[in-house]
């Protein structure tokens, strides 16, 4: 696999955290609205990758729109590091006029980089992402891992330091996504990434995380913080892996057992 070299330079052992909470909380309308988040706090150091689990409607995304600065806490403090943070959605969100290479693109135009290099970028991250060929294709002629493919290409060439992901392979079937697990984790290590990635799968968390925030029932609230120590690279399949992601998913349910009961 062809590896991009880190666009950045690594950051010190005591370097502030590229990414953090600080007692957040996000209500969505006037009193009485949809309280999503309550007082949560964590913070992300750099290189780490980092899992949001939790049940549908817990706040997960709500987290990713605000470290991504789609959206302002009610209360608490956001820090983000890099100002640019990538984002990548579980749709593609590719834009249907434009060819690959012009979605892949799309970052460096914006930023006003030149056409020669612009090529050149793109044409280093289509090899990373397996689509050489594919330049001229449209997302329409595309299937949906090629197109989750062209959005992570198009993630990278924003060239952040934090890529925020937002349950991105959720809708691609389990061959596929176990492929593109070893891909990401391979990119992640390669340009010493921090990760922040959504999901409610058990077994994703653990084979991709070095830690894993549980968040509870909506108003989200962290509640287990939970270190992966498992070797790498992994397998969901493991008897390792499965006995973790067994315990997470005990925890997770006694929360929604909890919650329900209150």
């Known amino acids: ?14 370097a502030p955290p590229m990414a953090a ?50 959206e302002h806490p009610t209360t608490g403090r956001v820090i983000v590091a890099d100002p640019r943070p990538a984002l990548m959605f579980q749709d593609a969100t590719l834009f249907p006029w434009l060819t690959v290479a012009e979605n892949i693109a799309f970052p460096l135009r914006i930023r006003r980089v030149g056409r020669a290099e612009q090529r050149a970028r793109v044409a280093e991250l289509l090899r990373l992402v397996h689509l050489e060929g594919f330049e001229q294709r449209r997302p329409h002629e595309l299937s949906g891992g090629m197109r989750q493919r062209v959005a992570l290409a198009r993630a990278l060439a924003q060239e952040s330091a934090l890529l925020l992901m937002d349950e991105p392979f959720g809708s691609l079937d389990a061959l596929l996504r176990a492929r593109l697990h070893d891909e990401l984790e391979e990119l992640w290590q390669a340009r010493r990434l921090t990760i922040v990635f959504v999901t409610h799968d058990v ?48 925890h997770l349910r006694l929360e929604i057992t909890d919650d329900d009961h209150a």
């Open 1 to 14: 696999m062809t590896l991009l070299a880190p666009p950045f330079a690594p950051r010190p052992a005591d």
């Open 21 to 70: 909470l600080d007692g957040v909380s996000k209500r969505y309308g006037r009193i009485g609205g949809v309280l999503a988040l309550a007082n949560v706090s964590f913070a992300v150091p750099a290189g780490q990758f980092l899992c949001l689990l939790g049940p549908s409607g817990c706040g997960k995304s709500t987290v990713l729109s605000l470290l991504a600065g789609l």
């Open 203 to 250: 077994r994703e968390a653990v084979r991709l995380a070095d830690r894993v925030l549980v968040f509870t029932p909506r108003p989200g609230r962290i509640a287990a913080d939970i270190a992966i120590d498992l070797p790498r690279p992994r397998r969901t399949e493991a008897p390792a892996c499965a006995e973790v992601a067994a315990a997470i998913a005990a």
